[in-house]
């Protein structure tokens, strides 16, 4: 039998109020930050402070992170003087993800006070003048999943059927961010993220459909956390770490290794940044 819409939206929403439920008696203070890390970036919870964690296995009705170096695990406690929840491991659509699935951890994060979402992720450069390992603050995003998390019946307790997405990621917290790597001369470069179901990488004609369509770096993920996350009325800073560019006229095959490799290399950097970032806006 097929599920009615209006009962498949009552069990997620079900779903995520069991799991706020579950982690709320467990936490010390109201979350304001939530941080969604990508693919290879593992030192993030070891800048926790007073905190605590449970691995995603343990928490109800949370997916298990299956992608190659996603921890698969929720940290909160203090960081750079913010009250912070870490999603450490994401889903992705290509792991067979439904878009509410994959946004799980946003509903979650939003329903214990988070207010403004820190996004990140590897992504492949389309801007000829980038370089693997720089830093791209997100200014906006081009959604080609083909998919979006709102789809079915509009949940009207957590935010509008059909919401606004003009001003996506925050001017304020954009400016920020630029006054920060200015100060502690961290390269950021600015662009339009892409992104794509995967988990095949691009064809190089379809790197050049990509580039020509405006964007500056393809990926497979946060555009669907991004649309929730504004859903729910959450401010939100995006940045992706270039793992690889690819140019179509000269495409060099990409190893998922070097990705993770490069995005390790390029971590420090983005933890400074953030935590600048953290530290100076309230
Ligand atoms: N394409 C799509 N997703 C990616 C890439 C890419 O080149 N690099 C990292 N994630």
Known sequence: MVEKESEVSRT????????????????????????????????WEARLEGGGGLAY????????????????R??????????????????????GYSLRQVTFPVRV???????????TNAAGGLNPLFKAG?????????????DNPLTGENIDAWGPRFPDLSQVYD??????????????GIGLRQGVYVAVKGPSLETPAETRFLRQIGADAVGMSTVPEVIAAVHAGLRVLGISVLSNLN???????????????????????????LLGVMQEVS
């Not at 296995?57 to 698969?72: N, R, W």
């Not at 720089?134 to 083909?146: K, Q, S, T, V």
């Open 109 to 119: 994060m939003a329903s214990l006070g988070v207010k403004t979402l820190i996004v």
């Open 12 to 43: 997620y929403q079900e779903q995520v109020e069991e799991c706020v439920r579950f982690i709320a008696p467990r936490l010390t203070a109201e979350p304001s930050w939530g941080i969604i890390l990508g693919t290879g970036q593992g030192v």
């Open 74 to 95: 929720l940290g909160w406690g203090q960081m750079a003087g913010q009250e912070v929840m870490l999603c450490q491991g994401r889903f992705h659509a290509y792991e």
């Open 134 to 146: 720089d830093l791209m603050l997100i200014c906006d995003h081009i959604n080609l999943m083909g």
């Open 247 to 273: 140019l179509p006229d000269a495409m060099a095959p990409i190893a998922i290794e070097a990705i993770i490799d490069t995005v390790a290399r390029a971590e420090p950097q983005l933890v400074e940044l």
């Open 171 to 184: 001017r304020r917290l954009r400016e920020k961010t630029e006054a920060v790597a200015r100060r502690l």
């Open 57 to 72: 296995q343990e928490l109800p009705h949370f997916p298990p992170a299956t992608s190659p170096s996603h921890a698969g």
